[in-house]
């Protein structure tokens, strides 16, 4: 089954569409896949962001900058 697409309309510079049609040509392939591929990188790139944060924002098994160098310093008298 085909995925559906919904056509939109962007405006470019000439230097922009110049270079984006000779990319196109270059690696056998139209200026609409160059361009949904570069959308999906920037919408991927966000949910990668989106789910770091999220992991970040996890404190569960972490510890303060305090608590570690606490743990370091202990651990070195302890050799």
Known sequence: MATK????TIFLTEEQHE????LAFAQRTSMARL???AA???LE???????G???LAEEE???TWAEYQKNRQS???EV
């Open 5 to 8: 697409l919904k056509r939109t």
């Open 19 to 22: 270079g984006l049609r000779r």
């Open 35 to 37: 361009l949904r591929d």
């Open 40 to 42: 999906l990188e920037i």
């Open 45 to 51: 790139d966000v949910e990668d962001v989106r789910e």
């Open 53 to 55: 944060l999220k992991a």
């Open 61 to 63: 098994g972490t510890v």
């Open 75 to 77: 651990r070195r008298h």
